[in-house]
């Protein structure tokens, strides 16, 4: 593998576990360092412990401004700098719409919306020094308002909005800003597979390619591609890493 990463400096918020611990061990592989951002503290601890020097795990709520600044305080005081951002941390429920509550709706943009326009916010400063890239975390739930997802794909929306401004005004900066929405195989996946059999392949025979994708070898590469000098002409797009189950226009 080509480490095209080399001497790179990323955090990942959500970076413990899921399609999150995948991009982490796959930037890790490419020769960047990561600032592992999580609330999972077993798995926090376990993947940093597996990549000695290589990842460093930060615990704490994205959907605090406060644990931003710190992940970016680690970057820059360990490794002298930050050359790139991946928000993919996003919590929230599937209800139907009239029955999601105040508290429901503030989950989803507190640990998605907020956390990633606040993550933004704090790494500017370094990204502009280092001419860095951000990738933020969109959803095909979002692009087809697949059913129970009101709050999930408000937010997801509300996101790729953020990350187009973004890119056009940070662009005099050469800040790149780019939005992924993977289809991945996560163990939320494994379990709505394992109780609703059917569901799940009536999904899988819509995908062009005919499966879920893994988190690491098929989602994390394309993450990485829009860190690195590979992507160096592309800002404020979205790419679906979803094995063609959508295909923009």
């Not at 490419?30 to 460093?56: H, L, Y």
């Not at 930060?58 to 680690?74: F, M, P, R, T, W």
């Not at 507190?110 to 951000?134: C, D, H, R, V, W």
């Not at 994390?220 to 979205?238: H, N, R």
């Amino acid at each position: 593998m080509m480490n095209t990463l080399n001497n790179q400096v990323i955090i990942v918020t959500g970076g413990a576990a899921g399609i999150g611990g995948g991009i982490t061990q796959e930037l890790v592989q490419r020769g960047a360092t990561v600032i592992a951002v999580d609330v999972n503290e077993e798995a926090g601890t376990q993947i940093e412990k597996n990549n000695p020097g290589k990842v460093i795990f930060l615990k704490g709520d994205v959907s605090q401004k406060s644990v931003a600044d710190e992940a970016v305080n680690i970057a820059v005081s360990q490794f002298g700098k930050l050359t790139g951002v991946v928000n993919n941390a996003h919590v929230s429920r599937q209800k139907p719409l009239m029955d999601l509550t105040e508290d429901d709706w503030a989950i989803s943009f507190g640990t998605g919306f907020n956390a990633t326009l606040n993550f933004m916010k704090s790494a500017y400063p370094e990204l502009k020094k280092s001419q860095g890239a951000i990738v933020n975390l969109g959803s095909g739930a979002a692009l087809q308002g697949s059913r129970f997802q009101a709050s999930y794909a408000a937010a997801k929306e509300a996101i790729r909005g953020l990350s187009r401004v973004a890119a056009t005004e940070w662009a005099a900066d050469n800040i790149r800003v780019n939005v992924v929405c993977p289809l991945a195989f996560t163990a939320g996946v494994k379990n709505w597979k394992e109780n609703f059999p059917e569901d799940y392949q009536h999904v899988v025979e819509k995908i062009p390619l005919g499966r879920f994708g893994d988190p690491q070898h098929d989602v994390a590469p394309i993450v990485a591609f829009l860190l690195s000098e590979d992507s160096k002409y592309m800002t404020g797009q979205t790419l679906m890493a979803d094995g063609g189950d959508i295909m923009l226009r």
